[in-house]
Structure formats: C-alpha cells, structure tokens
C-alpha cells in the first residue's frame, strides 16, 4: 500500500527553515540577555543537544521506513545538513566562547579529556558525511560506496551521545534517554528483514 | 567576653506573614511564567533586610547581582538544572527551622534560626565561590562565624570532625520526590574541626543584605570558600561532632571524582575536565576566563591547615 501523500507534501527545503527556528531563538535570546548568568555555557550546551536531535531524528528515517512504512527520505540529507550546523555551532561555542582560543588548553583538552576526544571524533567523523552530501558525490561514489560511507554516521552518533553522559555529574536521566535511543535505532537495523510475502 | 547585641528584630517581626505567604504565591506563579530556565522569578521577591557589618575577611572583588547568584544554581534537591532551584525552591518553608547540634559535645541541644538572625552579629562575608565545573562568582554572604555557634556546645576532645546534613522533604522538594533518585538523601557534608573552626568558615543567612533565598540554601547553608562549592551544604537540619571523617555526598557519588577535602587546586584536574582555570559568571557571553587560584585564592589563611599533607592524594 502506498503512503498518504501528506506524509511527503512538504518541499524538503522547509526542514532548513524549521531546523534553523532553534538558532534563530537563541540568537534573539543572547541579544535578549535571556540565556541566564552563563549565557556561553547555555548556548554550548543547547546547540550541542539539538546536534544530538537532528543527528537522532536522521536516524530514525530508515526504521520508519521499514517498521511503519512511513518513507520521509526526501527530508533526510536536509536533517543530517542540519544537524551538522548545530554541530558546528557548537564546536565554534566551545573553541570561541568557552576556551577562547586558547589553543594549548584546547590542545591538552582533546588529548587528556575523554569527553572532548570523542567529542571531536564525532565531528571528524561527521566532517565527510556533510561534504558528501550532496548529488554529485553520490553519482561520483556510486549509490553503494556512498551509502557505505555514510554508515559513519552510525559510530558518530553513538559518540555524540556519550560525549553528552561523559560531561555531566552523577547521572541525570537526559543524556542517558539519548544514549538509549540512539542504540535503539542503531540496534533495530541488525533486525533481518523479513521474508517478501511478494515477489518484487 | 561578652558579645555586643545588635538591635536586629527578629525576621519575623520584620515581614509580616502575610507578604511571606504572598511571596510564596508570586514565585509559584513567576516560575511557570519564566522562560526556559532563563529568567528567574527570584530577582523580583521582596526579601527581609538584614542588619550587618563589614568584615576585613571580605574581598574587595565586584559582586554578582543578586539575580546572577539566586538564578544560578545548583541545589539538586530541585532538580539538576542550574534555573530549577530558583523555578522551584518558592514551595520550601523555611519556618519554624532548627538545627540539631549532638554527637561528641557535652551540650547537645537545638539552635533555632531566630536565634542566629537575633543574637549573633551578622557580618557580610564578601567570598569568592568556586564550583567543581569550573564556573565561579563573587557573593556578598551575611552570616556567623560558624566557630562562635559551635563553640557553645563544649565540644568534647575526641571530636575530630563536624557532620552536617540537609533537611530531606520531598513533598517540598521536587528532586527528592523523584523517583529517580539522582543524589542519595539527605545530602551530606563533612569538614575537618579545624576546618570548621577555621574563621573564614561561616554560617550563612543572608546575601546581597538580605535573608538568603530559598534557592541558595535557605534559611541557613555553610560557606567554606577555600573548597569547591558542593561542601558548602545548603539549608542545615543537623550539625554533629565526630571521630571519624563523616560520609560527603559526592564522595559517595564518586569518590574518584570528588575527594572528601576538595579544597580549590588549579593543580588537580577533576578527571574529566580541567581545573585549571574558570568563567566568572556575570561577565556575559564574552566573559574573559580567568586561572583559578590554589584554595581558591584564600591560600594564605588555610594552606597551613594542610601543612604536610600531599593534596593530590587528599584532593
């Protein structure tokens, strides 16, 4: 059976504008003074949390498909495209506002604190998935190789999300509810598919 | 020697109990009206002003607003968001309080908090605060000397360390309502006897002037600014004396993380983060990091009370 239309009426395009609405709220929040007493580490920590629900709701397109036959492809490469700005953004955060450019403690950062090291894997993991995605590099690495390469993704998000557990004290429950949903999605595509009733 | 009685009015002849309880309800309604933790409902309450002197202990460092340090918060008893405690502390009563002072003295007794805002001279303690994630603010305390309430109860000599504990009350206090208990309740805090007796440590129960608001510990927390923020514990139920090192929260959390000392040391990183240097908070988005100091810069007063000791294994 076929989808509902509804499911795909939307250009692809309108995932940017609704994806951007976040950072457009917090820049009018730091020109708000809104973001509280420590408006750097506000901003950090917020763009870093949606990079996580992005980079996780990019990963539930393939499960939809298969589990609830709810094919939103077209809007995937828009949801991995913006996940890696608030990425970036929030790597900028912590290079600019947090350490300053203090190259020597980012330095020792990424080699002694875990949390940054694998925080900095994810992005560099990340780095070729965004410059990849686009027609072009697909017609160039063939729909196979390009598909294998962004398998990437998968190592990236489970970082990001211990990257977030690594950072906080004891155990709150956000980041561990991250974490488990990124398995989850990870964990439901080595379900084999089931046997075609039909003949393709 | 006798003290010198400063005419201070009991608190609560001082706010009718009609603006508390209106205040009570003004938080409750600021609090759904904040916006994402942003803005807290605290900077607006009206708050009893306290009668003090100044005190040459104090830095003479720029304070944070009130907003900045009643805003931003760790007090996981409301929650572990640094807005929560401000959002959510309005529901906490804070009369009648009394702390429970026992274990090795020989005048065990109760010290009720009018009794400390009445017949102790309150001083304003202007300290810097260093917390363990490396962020730090300036706070104008008004409080005691926490050697001049303890020294009452004829502490016995095998008193080697002085116990402190915070109130447990879920049905005011959210975070331990939970049923996922992120911190083991009730919070618990320790220091050395000389620590405690040390005169930099005080109790506090005021900033900025004016009694503490809930969310920083009200009505009365301990400050012992040479040490990391969380082993200044937070609205006080029970002080006891002891033998042996007492049992701290984060110690139990994490004991490689979190030593029982936890005295301020640019030299000791926490294992995962550096302690190198740290925000103040109130600079703004480009607030300028500044090096964090040894002892959190009271290095001069207490660095003899750990004479021989080797930090980096009692960090």
């Known amino acids: ?200 | 020697m006798p003290v010198y009685r400063y005419p201070v009015p009991p608190a609560s002849e001082i706010t009718p109990k009609d603006t508390i309880l209106n205040r009570r309800a003004f938080m409750a309604g600021a609090a759904g009206l904040a916006l994402a933790g942003g803005i807290s409902g605290a900077s607006a309450q009206e708050r009893p002003k306290l009668t003090t002197v100044e005190s040459p202990l104090s830095t003479d460092e720029a304070p944070n607003s009130l907003e900045d340090i009643s805003g931003y918060c760790n007090f996981y008893e409301f929650g572990t968001g640094k807005g929560d405690p401000a959002k959510y502390a309005g529901s906490l009563t804070t009369r009648p309080w009394t702390i429970e002072v026992g274990g090795l003295v020989n005048n065990p007794g109760t010290v009720d908090i009018e009794d400390l805002l009445s017949n102790y001279t309150l001083e304003d303690r202007i300290y810097r605060l260093r917390c363990v994630e490396a962020w730090s603010m300036v706070v104008p305390w008004v409080g005691i000397p926490l050697a001049s309430l303890l020294s009452k109860f004829d502490v016995q000599g095998s008193a080697k360390y002085v116990a402190f504990e915070t109130l447990v009350r879920p049905e005011e206090m959210p975070g331990q309502a939970s049923s996922y208990k992120i911190l083991p309740w009730p919070y618990v805090e320790g220091l050395r006897l000389d620590e405690a007796m040390h005169p930099l440590t005080i109790l506090a129960v005021g900033v900025h002037g004016e009694v503490l608001p809930n969310q920083n510990g009200a009505p009365v927390r301990l400050v012992v600014p040479w040490k990391y923020g969380f082993k200044s514990i937070k609205s006080i139920v029970s002080i006891r004396f002891t033998e042996e090192e007492p049992p701290a929260t984060w110690n139990i959390q994490n004991p490689r993380e979190y030593g029982f000392y936890s005295n301020v040391n640019p030299a000791v990183d926490h294992p995962r983060w550096s302690q190198a240097s740290e925000r103040r908070i109130g600079g703004g988005l480009f607030a300028k990091r500044i090096d964090t100091l040894p002892f959190n810069g009271y290095g001069e007063q207490v660095a003899s009370l750990y004479d021989g000791m080797d930090l980096k294994k009692f960090f």
């Open chain 1, 1 to 200: 059976m076929a989808q509902s239309k509804a499911w795909t009426a939307l250009p692809s395009w309108t995932v940017y504008l609704l994806g951007l609405l976040p950072a457009a709220f917090y820049v009018v929040a730091v020109f708000a003074n809104a973001l509280g007493p420590d408006p750097a580490k506000a901003l950090e920590h917020a763009l870093g949390e949606w990079a996580l629900r992005f980079l996780i709701a990019g990963l539930a397109i393939t499960p939809l498909m298969r589990f609830a036959r709810i094919n939103l492809v077209k809007y995937r490469r828009a949801i991995g495209l913006t996940a890696f700005l608030y990425v970036v953004l929030h790597l900028l955060v912590y290079l600019v506002l947090d350490l300053q450019f203090d190259w020597g403690a980012i330095g020792k950062d990424i080699i002694k604190r875990p949390y940054i090291t694998i925080g900095m894997a994810a992005f560099a993991l990340l780095v070729p998935l965004a410059v990849t995605s686009n027609n072009a590099s697909i017609r160039r690495f063939g729909a196979a190789g390009w598909r294998k390469l962004h398998r990437l993704v998968y190592p990236a998000v489970l970082l990001g999300a211990v990257h977030y557990l690594m950072l906080v004290k004891a155990w709150p429950p956000e980041p561990i509810v991250y974490l488990l949903i990124a398995v989850a999605l990870l964990a439901v595509r080595l379900v084999k598919p089931a046997r075609r009733a039909r003949a393709a």
